[in-house]
């Protein structure tokens, strides 16, 4: 399948359409990391309708979006999911309006781990309607360290020391973001390469 649009390694932030028993769509926001150009990873929490819905049906609809909004309204569920799917053709199951692309999914391998259930999806179908550009936390992640970089070094030139150090906990926590969403790739590398440069300015 074509996942060129997708690193390996990343988490990255969707909607998961799956079935519920009537029939009727469930949407929720879904993490998922691309394992290999057929397959991706994604990790329900056990105690929701998506794993039901997923661990049931065995199937489900990735949809990337990065209409903030769009989204926004969707978790908050503020919006009817009927009311913003359509059937597109050549794929065989609704997906949000709006979508710039979509994954069909099939489950193919389940592990429990505490709350949450890592399933192992096979990629049966791809739609792309425009570039996808799939959301992750990691690029921000990064931004955010770099500007509360600059900060940290005009509090530390200012002897505003307390200051800095309360910043420095923002880019400790942005780190943990990135080593959470990005691990073992060169992301990982630069926001350990920033968060060093940190803790040099407030020695």
Known sequence: MNLYFLDEKIIYEGIL????????????AMGYMKIDDSHIM???????????????????VLCIIDDVKLITNIVLKRLDISGIVEIVSDFPEPIISGSKAA??????????????AEIKCKVDNVLIRENPNPYSRVKPAIIEMLIYYTKIKSYMESNMIN????????????FNIVRETSFGTVYEDIAGNILNEVLKVIK
């Open 17 to 28: 359409l799956t079935r519920n028993p009537d029939g009727s769509i469930n949407a929720a």
């Open 163 to 174: 200051e800095a150090l309360k910043l420095v906990d923002i880019v400790k926590h942005n």
């Open 103 to 116: 994954l069909m999914l099939s489950v193919k391998d389940e592990k429990l781990n505490r709350k949450r």
């Open 42 to 60: 994604v990790k329900p929490y056990i105690n929701t309708k998506t794993y039901r819905n997923l661990t049931e049906t065995r199937r489900g």
